[in-house]
T-cell receptor, first 113, second 111 residues
Framework: GAGVSQTPSNKVTEKGKYVELRCDPISGHTALYWYRQSLGQGPEFLIYFQGTGAADDSGLPNDRFFAVRPEGSVSTLKIQRTERGDSAVYLC???????????FGPGTRLTVL | SQQGEEDPQALSIQEGENATMNCSYKTSINNLQWYRQNSGRGLVHLILIRSNEREKHSGRLRVTLDTSKKSSSLLITASRAADTASYFCATDDTGGFKTIFGAGTRLFVKA
């Protein structure tokens, strides 16, 4: 079956612009996670959804970052007024529930010029 | 800050040798997982061990968990060049839903 997909695979934007990153989880997975990963580092937790609600958004670095999952499947991570420090690979993962293995997408590489 | 810390940061071995990576964490956990990542994208789940388990095997992988020392180890036996990757431990703490990854061990297996 289809795995987790993320679009776009690469996104180059200018400082100050708005970007949206999309995640399509595995069908039926209720849990969805967003992470970001900088070169040489492990994934950094951003937000966790259980169904449509954000059960834990404590990893979002500031109020420029926001994520939604309106129908409990596809999720969009939104970044306003992008900064060069936002450049990273943004990873999405889904699982059948908490305390289960997570299936990761290939990531979106965001570059802010 | 990340909870998991892997040791060593980098490891280079010959094909056929065993590779051992260690992970330490700071708070109480529900479970600990190990993931592999090739080329900076797409993590692949290797194994999950729950807090009430002490050892788990999957093929050439053996994971141990010592909750009293807040540490885990991943052993890859009879390594292959294809095992070259970064390996991360990840913990789910008992207080919430976060999954916290360490900085990873970069394993290089020479053919």
């Amino acid at each position: 079956g289809a795995g987790v997909s993320q679009t776009p695979s690469n996104k180059v934007t200018e400082k100050g612009k708005y970007v949206e990153l999309r995640c399509d989880p595995i069908s039926g997975h209720t849990a969805l996670y967003w992470y970001r990963q900088s070169l040489g580092q492990g994934p950094e937790f951003l937000i966790y959804f259980q169904g449509t609600g954000a059960a834990d958004d404590s990893g979002l670095p500031n109020d420029r970052f926001f994520a939604v999952r309106p129908e409990g499947s596809v999720s969009t991570l939104k970044i306003q007024r992008t900064e060069r420090g936002d450049s990273a690979v943004y990873l999405c993962a889904s699982s059948a529930g908490t305390a289960n293995e997570q299936f990761f997408g290939p990531g979106t590489r965001l570059t802010v010029l | 800050s990340q909870q998991g810390e892997e040791d060593p940061q980098a490891l280079s071995i010959q094909e056929g040798e065993n590779a051992t990576m260690n992970c330490s964490y700071k708070t109480s956990i529900n479970n600990l997982q190990w993931y592999r990542q090739n080329s900076g994208r797409g993590l692949v789940h290797l194994i999950l061990i729950r807090s009430n388990e002490r050892e788990k095997h999957s093929g050439r992988l053996r994971v141990t968990l010592d909750t009293s020392k807040k540490s885990s180890s991943l052993l890859i036996t009879a390594s292959r060049a294809a095992d070259t990757a970064s390996y991360f431990c990840a913990t789910d703490d008992t207080g919430g839903f976060k999954t916290i990854f360490g900085a990873g061990t970069r394993l290089f297996v020479k053919a």
